[in-house]
């Protein structure tokens, strides 16, 4: 049997109301140790906010943090899943939109958010995870990085254990 997403989703995740500044958001994720924010207003869920929305959208965009509200930066109609997907499905959408978190919908109502880091504890396949956070994670930088030298342990240490071994 698959394990669903209800299973391991965050239930009543933290929300935050439009009309909120990037502020709140920020403190709000601080408080809560997250890294995203739902959208929920009158009419129910409307978008999400992240962290890296607060860099790009506010900070990136000098904009004053104070006067800028959730409406003016949000991700409206972001990707969701529904409860009674599985944890397959849900990898399968955050490698195929690069995102790692989902908001749960049934419907227009939210229901809660999984996360990859919940994805990684909840499912017994580690390679296809780590696959998922490699293509979550791909992006022009990493690919162009990825092409230059080796990352890894410089050649002149490798070389000065191989000659201290041969001693």
Known sequence: ??????????????????????????????SYD??????????????????????????????????TTLADILTPDPVTISPDATLAEARGLMAAHRIRRLPVTKGDELVGIIAIGDVAVADASAR????????????DATNDRADGPDPGTPERVRQARRDAETR
């Open 1 to 30: 049997m698959s394990t669903l997403v209800r299973h391991v989703m965050a239930t009543e995740p933290t929300t935050a109301r439009p009309d909120m500044n990037a502020f709140d958001a920020a403190a709000l994720m601080s």
């Open 128 to 139: 296809a995870v780590g696959e998922t956070l490699r293509e979550v994670s791909e992006s």
């Open 34 to 67: 997250v890294g995203s924010i739902p959208i929920v207003g009158d009419d129910g869920f409307v978008g999400i906010v992240t962290d890296r929305d607060l860099v790009l959208r506010v900070l990136a965009a000098r904009k004053e943090p104070q006067g």
